[in-house]
Each structure stands twice: as C-alpha cells, then as structure tokens.
C-alpha cells in the first residue's frame, strides 16, 4: 500500500496539494478522534486566510519580533485556528492573527512555509466564532480591554443574555458589567442604573497604560 502511495506522489504534478487530499482522507475515513480539530493541520495558501474583525487580543512591537524569532527559527508549532466562510471561500482566523501576520509580512517566513499557513478548522456560527476567540485570548492572558467591550457589545446587539455570555465567555456578571461601562454605549446600560463607582480612577490609569504599552497588529 505504502508503496502504491509512494508511487502516485512520485506522478503527482502539485505534492503539497496530494499530500493534503491524503491527509484529509485519513482524518475522513480512518481517524478514530477525527472531531479533534487538531486530527488535520491543513497547509493552506495564505491568500485564502483572513482576518476576522472582531479580535480582542493586541500583542507589543516587542513580542511580535520575539514570535518572528521563533517562527524564524523553531518552524510553526500551532496553527491558525479558523472557519470556512462559504460564502467569502476563505478561512477566516478564529485564534493566530499574529502568527498569521508574521508569514504575511515576512518573505523569509512565507518562503519557508511555501506561502501557505498551517490551519485547523472549527464549525461555529459567527458568535460562537467571537466566543472562540475570546477563551483562547482569555486562557492566555491576552486582550484588550476595548476589544473585549466591543466584542460584548455585538453579542448583545445580536440579542445574547448577559448570563450567555458569560458562560460562552467564561466571565463573572461583575465583569461584564465594568465592560459595558468602558464602552460608553448608552445602549448597554438601559435596563442598568449607572453608578459612577463602577469605574474607578484606578481602572481608568490600568487602561490607560494598557493602551500605551500595546499595539494592535
């Protein structure tokens, strides 16, 4: 069999491309835990990734160097986490706009990796897809106070329980609450008596400084 495999690879004219439809085909067929995303790690053209606009997550200048460095030297070691938008025919970033941005912005890294970007599909609806974003950013560490507000406030637009959110989002109701205050939105607040102790001088000076030490990528 193995060498059967060997044989159609050695005709084949695209081997990036028969390598994927094989993988795929044992992660289809053969895979006993093929509901793990991570079952299939596809290469895909980076022309076909794209960025969400919703991510709360901002890295510093410093730390995008570092991740180049790793990239640069260490290879890929987690793929971009992403959707299949039919509709757009694109794969659309759920978690890894930085490693994503890194290929993109980066010949060295791009002729590596043949311009394409190791990638695992989930199937999510656009807000559990935020909600995906918000716990790998969560788990991490790693997102922005604004980002997080503004995430907040599409959900609730889309009609989402403030207790729906913060099971999908895993955060307390205290919290959610100091969000829809940071936006500034009347819309959030009109079932919610406003109390200007919720945002302490201290949360202010903690944003302020995030936002100075930050740069969204």
């Given at each position: 069999m193995?060498k ?9 004219s ?6 994927e ?5 044992i992660?289809q ?6 509901s ?16 969400n ?11 995008m160097q570092l ?37 993109k ?5 791009s ?17 559990d ?18 980002g ?18 913060c ?12 969000l829809k205050?940071?936006?500034g ?33």
């Amino acid at each position: 069999m193995f060498k059967e495999i060997q044989k159609e690879y050695d005709k084949a004219s695209d081997k990036i491309k028969f390598v994927e439809e094989l993988k795929d085909w044992i992660h289809q067929n053969l895979s006993l835990i093929n509901s793990q995303p991570v079952d299939y790690v596809r290469w895909i053209d980076i022309e076909k990734v794209q960025a969400n606009d919703y991510n709360p997550n901002s890295v510093a200048g410093k730390e995008m160097q570092l991740l180049h460095t790793s990239i640069k030297h260490d290879g890929y070691t987690q793929p971009i986490v992403t959707i299949f938008d039919e509709e757009l025919n694109k794969y659309i970033i759920v978690d890894g706009f930085h490693r994503y941005f890194v290929c993109k912005s980066n010949k060295d890294i791009s002729e590596k990796t043949h311009g394409k970007l190791p990638v695992v599909v989930i199937e999510k609806d656009i807000n559990d897809r935020m909600a995906s974003t918000v716990r790998h950013n969560r788990a991490r560490g790693s997102h922005s106070v604004d980002g997080m507000a503004n995430m907040v406030f599409s959900m609730l637009d889309e009609g989402w329980e403030d207790s729906k959110i913060c099971n999908h989002l895993g955060m307390e109701p205290e919290e959610l609450l100091r969000l829809k205050h940071i936006t500034g939105f009347s819309k959030l607040f009109a079932d919610t008596e406003y109390k200007k102790s919720w945002v302490t001088k201290s949360q202010i000076l903690i944003k302020k400084d995030y936002e100075s030490n930050k740069v969204d990528i």
